[in-house]
Each structure stands twice: as structure tokens, then as C-alpha cells.
């Protein structure tokens, strides 16, 4: 009877661990909405590295801040170096050199192009999780991760835009950008670290690289106070914030496709964002590729209940 009770409480918890994990996710997908209407009303003129530089510092310096407020300070000092120095190898890869290859990818295609290039992350979690977590993928998970970014392909469709930069390179910055971002998420996972201090250290670790690459290729400006609205809204929400609600919802899960699938919804809910504050037109292909994005997700869930049941 006390084992009966035991498993009843274990299947409780689990389910209440899985419903935060996925309000965790599902707020994140809504802040990183926000991010492409936050650029193009206030940051659009700031070049990009300088945009990623010093919204990467206030977002280390508000987990610092949150960090000493929440009673983590001891934490902070009781990590030895070279946990220090993975933490900033973990940040170089999936938050400097991410965003650094992605902002080279924009630069030399059009946005639709590397954004359908982008979204190829969520496929390359999975599949790091599977070859370094030893998750299992089925093909019902492959085929729900297929319909959902095939939403984000047709979303990017009507573009009469060319990109005049390299193709080929800008196709390779987005694609190395998004396997960096995949194996970060995963090995982040794997890590057994305090996610808000390390992500402090992250962020930091972003802030410097851009500094230093942006100072050498780059003419920064000077920054308005509409602006700096803007910037303090991409790294205290976008970058600190949600980047920590992604993280946490993919340390609790023990199926990261479950959660990975959910980060389609984000192109689709941005153009909602932008017509809402900038009055831009959604257009019917958007609806089809919302078919295709929500179609995946549901298909992965009703497989998981299927599973369980």
C-alpha cells in the first residue's frame, strides 16, 4: 500500500514538474516573440554587435543583482575555476558565437533565409540530445519536429527580397550558428550548475566577445534614451530573463523534444507582436504555416499520451 502510494505521489509530481516546465517554455516563446518589434521600433539603427554587446552586460549585471538579492552570493564564491572557465566555454559557444554567426547570417541573406536557417536549432537539440543525453528519437518525434519547422518554411514564403551578400557563407554562419546553439542547450542541460549564476556568466562571456569583435568591425553610435528603453527591455526580459526560463524548462524535462518543439511558435506569435505595435499586415500564409507549427506540437503530444496512458 505504501509502495501504491509512493508511485501515486512520483506520478503527481512528475505531472506538476511537466506543467511548470511547460509554463516556463511557453513564457519564453512569448518574451523572445517581442524581440523582433523591440529591434526594428528602437534598436534598428544600432549596429548589431554594439546591440548584443551592451544588452549582454545588463543582462549579467541584473542576475548579478538577482543572484546577490535571492542569497546565491555564497554559491557564486564556492565554485572552483575551472568550473568558471566551462561556464565561459559554454557561453562562447552558445551565446557569443551563436549570436555573432546569426547576426552574419542576416547580414548576408535575407531575413526569411536565415531565419528558416535559425530555426533549424530546435532539430539539432534533439539531436544532440540524443547522442549526448542518450534520449531516444522516435519517428514520431522526428516526424512532429519536420511539420513544425516546415510552418516556419512557409511563413518565410512571398519574400521578393534577394540577398546581395554571400549566400554561401551567410548559409553557413546560420547553420554552424544554429548547431551551436543546439549542443549549448543540451550541454547546458548536462551541467550541474546554479542556472542563474551561470547564466550571469554566460551573458558576461557574450558581453566581452562582442565588445571586442564589435570595437574592430563595427561603428558604434551613440545610444538615445527610446533606445536604451529598448535595450534594457532585450537584455533584462529577452536576454536574462527568458534565456533562464528556456534553460530551466530543459533541465526539468527528461524529453527535450517535448519542450524543443514548443520554440516554433515564436516566429509565428511575432508577427502577431508586430502587427499588434507596428501595424503590420499578417498575411494568409502565415495561418497555414500556424497549421503546420501548432500540427507538430499537437502531434508530439498526443504521442506522448498515447505513451503514457
Same mark, same amino acid.
Given at each position: 500500500m505504501d509502495i501504491l502510494g509512493h508511485d501515486?505521489?512520483?506520478?503527481?509530481?512528475?505531472?506538476?514538474?511537466?506543467?511548470?516546465?511547460?509554463?516556463y517554455a511557453l513564457t519564453t516563446v512569448l518574451i523572445w516573440s517581442t524581440m523582433a518589434a523591440t529591434v526594428k521600433k528602437m534598436l534598428f539603427d544600432i549596429p548589431n554587435l554594439q546591440a548584443l554587446s551592451i544588452s549582454s552586460f545588463i543582462a549579467a549585471i541584473f542576475l548579478f543583482l538577482m543572484?546577490?538579492?535571492?542569497?546565491?552570493?555564497?554559491?557564486?564564491?564556492?565554485?572552483?575555476?575551472?568550473?568558471?572557465?566551462?561556464?565561459?566555454?559554454?557561453?562562447?559557444?552558445g551565446l557569443f558565437l551563436y549570436s555573432a554567426?546569426?547576426?552574419?547570417?542576416?547580414?548576408?541573406?535575407?531575413?526569411?533565409?536565415a531565419c528558416i536557417l535559425n530555426y533549424l536549432w530546435?532539430?539539432?537539440?534533439?539531436?544532440?540530445?540524443?547522442?549526448?543525453?542518450?534520449?531516444? &528519437?522516435? +519517428?514520431?518525434?522526428?516526424?512532429?519536429?519536420v511539420c513544425s519547422f516546415v510552418g516556419i518554411i512557409?511563413?518565410?514564403?512571398?519574400?521578393?527580397?534577394?540577398?546581395?551578400?554571400?549566400?554561401?557563407?551567410?548559409i553557413i554562419s546560420c547553420l554552424v550558428a544554429a548547431a551551436c546553439y543546439?549542443?549549448?542547450?543540451?550541454?547546458?542541460?548536462?551541467?550541474?550548475y546554479s542556472q542563474s549564476i551561470s547564466m550571469m556568466i554566460f551573458w558576461l562571456v557574450a558581453g566581452v566577445g562582442a565588445l571586442v569583435v564589435g570595437l574592430m568591425t563595427e561603428d558604434?553610435?551613440?545610444?538615445?534614451?527610446?533606445?536604451?528603453?529598448?535595450? &534594457?527591455?532585450?537584455?533584462?526580459?529577452?536576454?536574462?530573463?527568458?534565456?533562464?526560463?528556456?534553460?530551466?524548462? +530543459?533541465?526539468?524535462?527528461?524529453?527535450?523534444?517535448?519542450?524543443?518543439?514548443?520554440?516554433?511558435?515564436?516566429?509565428?506569435?511575432? +508577427?502577431?507582436?508586430?502587427?499588434?505595435?507596428?501595424?503590420e499586415k499578417i498575411k494568409l500564409q502565415a495561418f497555414l504555416a500556424l497549421i503546420f507549427i501548432v500540427g507538430g506540437i499537437l502531434l508530439q503530444s498526443v504521442y506522448d499520451g498515447e505513451k503514457n496512458s
Open positions: 501515486f505521489e512520483y506520478v503527481i509530481f512528475e505531472e506538476n514538474t511537466m506543467k511548470k516546465n511547460y509554463i543572484n546577490l538579492i535571492s542569497g546565491k552570493g555564497k554559491e557564486m564564491k564556492q565554485y572552483p575555476g575551472k568550473d568558471y572557465v566551462k561556464m565561459c566555454g559554454l557561453g562562447f559557444v554567426l546569426y547576426y552574419y547570417g542576416l547580414g548576408e541573406l535575407t531575413s526569411q533565409e530546435p532539430m539539432m537539440l534533439v539531436v544532440f540530445s540524443c547522442i549526448i543525453l542518450k534520449e531516444k &528519437l522516435t +519517428l514520431m518525434k522526428g516526424v512532429a519536429m512557409i511563413l518565410s514564403l512571398g519574400n521578393n527580397h534577394s540577398s546581395d551578400g554571400n549566400i554561401i557563407l551567410g543546439g549542443l549549448f542547450s543540451v550541454l547546458n542541460k548536462k551541467a550541474d558604434w553610435i551613440a545610444i538615445t534614451g527610446v533606445q536604451w528603453i529598448g535595450m &534594457l527591455w532585450l537584455g533584462i526580459v529577452i536576454d536574462a530573463v527568458a534565456y533562464l526560463l528556456w534553460a530551466l524548462a +530543459l533541465k526539468g524535462v527528461q524529453d527535450t523534444a517535448k519542450i524543443a518543439n514548443l520554440a516554433y511558435l515564436t516566429p509565428f506569435l511575432s +508577427l502577431v507582436v508586430s502587427a499588434v505595435f507596428l501595424k
